[in-house]
Antibody
Framework: DVHLVESGGGLVEPGRSLRLSCAAS????????MHWVRQVPGKGLEWVSG????????SYADSVNGRFTISRDNAKNSLYLQMNNLRAEDTAMYYC???????????????WGQGILVTVSS | DIQMTQSPSSLSASVGDRVTITCRAS??????LAWFQQKPGKAPKSLIY???NLQSGVPSRFSGSGSGTDFNLTISSLQPEDFATYYC?????????FGGGTQVEI
């Protein structure tokens, strides 16, 4: 099984930027699509963005489209989320998750990281 | 977007009980449905994919059923470690969407 570890979260002022990273180990990274899912504390799960194994497919939730950019570096077994123009409503725990099927763009999630908290506040 | 509606939003049960959680999609999604378990302060854990297939390592007391718009997650005999919040998620189309969650408590 892959082991996923997120980093880069913290407290940031509205309008500023933050870059999340997700490091993968223990299994093949470059064959699988990767996604970011977030959760406001005490609330439900919201898919944020996804990227296919070769970066050929990118997709974003309407709530972040135009502000967030997903990317990956298969040579470094790493996934990223560049978050610009942050808003208070972006405050959440952010999880990276790996797709279940190798080479598939279908958003079936398998392994999850432990999450990283992003707080947007002045 | 496809809306996912779970019911109930919470339920009280005892160890040994049979528990069923329902998830309804706003349009047909074939069998493209997953279930997750989440405990307080922890990441979600994948339980079931393709509506009825157990992820590796998931106990056989968990089962999933359904197709089209209506789906169930059943725990045949509730164990102490099963008290958690459960979410369904449609995998049929982007954006993938989750149900609101069902909290299973004592």
């Amino acid at each position: 099984d892959v082991h996923l570890v997120e980093s880069g979260g913290g407290l940031v002022e509205p309008g500023r930027s933050l870059r999340l990273s997700c490091a993968a180990s223990g299994s093949t990274f470059d064959n699988f699509a990767m996604h970011w899912v977030r959760q406001v504390p005490g609330k439900g799960l919201e898919w944020v963005s996804g990227i296919s194994w070769n970066s050929g497919h990118l997709s974003y939730a309407d709530s972040v489209n135009g502000r967030f950019t997903i990317s990956r570096d298969n040579a470094k077994n790493s996934l990223y989320l560049q978050m610009n123009n942050l808003r208070a409503e972006d405050t959440a725990m952010y999880y990276c998750t790996q797709a279940f099927r190798s080479g598939s763009w279908s958003p079936v999630f398998a392994s999850w990281g432990q999450g990283i908290l992003v707080t947007v506040s002045s | 977007d496809i809306q996912m509606t779970q019911s109930p939003s919470s339920l009280s049960a005892s160890v040994g009980d049979r528990v069923t959680i329902t998830c309804r999609a706003s349009q047909g999604i074939s069998n493209s449905l997953a279930w997750f378990q989440q405990k307080p302060g922890k990441a979600p854990k994948s339980l079931i994919y393709d509506a009825s297939n157990l992820q590796s390592g998931v106990p056989s007391r968990f089962s999933g059923s359904g197709s089209g718009t209506d789906f169930n997650l059943t725990i045949s005999s509730l164990q102490p470690e099963d008290f958690a919040t459960y979410y369904c998620q449609q995998c049929n189309a982007y954006p993938p969407t989750f149900g609101g969650g069902t909290q299973v408590e004592i």
